[in-house]
Nanobody, 114 residues
Framework: QVQLVESGGGLVQPGGSLRLSCVVS????????MGWYRQAPGKQRELVAH???????NYADSVKGRFTISRDNAKNTVYLSMNVLKPEDTAVYYC????????WGQGTQVTVSS
C-alpha cells in the first residue's frame, strides 16, 4: 500500500518560515519524481516545486527564491522549506510522487496570517 504522509503545516505570521515533510512508503522512492502542490480555497491545485529524476528542480514563479524542495532518499522523505511566507501562500499543501502512476498525500494546511 502506497502512503504519502505530510507534516509540518501550521499557522505562521507573514515573513515567517515553515518546513514541510512528506514521508513515503510502498514505492521505490528514489525512482519517483517528487513534488509539492497547493490548493487555496476556491482555486485550482497548482504546482509549487518539483524534483525530477537527475536532480532537476523547478518552482512556481511565485515561490522562486523563497521555497526550496529537497529529498533524502535514505529516509524516503521529501521536504519543502518555505521562507518569507506571504498571506497568499495560505493553502493546503500536497505531496506528490510520480512515475508511471501518481500518488498523493492527504495534505497539510499552511496558514499565513498576522
Amino acid at each position: 500500500q502506497v502512503q504519502l504522509v505530510e507534516s509540518g503545516g501550521g499557522l505562521v505570521q507573514p515573513g515567517g518560515s515553515l518546513r514541510l515533510s512528506c514521508v513515503v512508503s510502498g514505492i521505490t522512492f528514489n525512482l519517483y519524481a517528487m513534488g509539492w502542490y497547493r490548493q487555496a480555497p476556491g482555486k485550482q491545485r497548482e504546482l509549487v516545486a518539483h524534483f525530477r529524476s537527475g536532480g532537476i528542480t523547478n518552482y512556481a514563479d511565485s515561490v522562486k527564491g523563497r521555497f526550496t524542495i529537497s529529498r533524502d532518499n535514505a529516509k524516503n522523505t521529501v521536504y519543502l522549506s518555505m521562507n518569507v511566507l506571504k498571506p497568499e501562500d495560505t493553502a493546503v499543501y500536497y505531496c506528490n510522487a510520480g512515475r508511471t502512476k501518481e500518488y498523493w498525500g492527504q495534505g497539510t494546511q499552511v496558514t499565513v496570517s498576522s
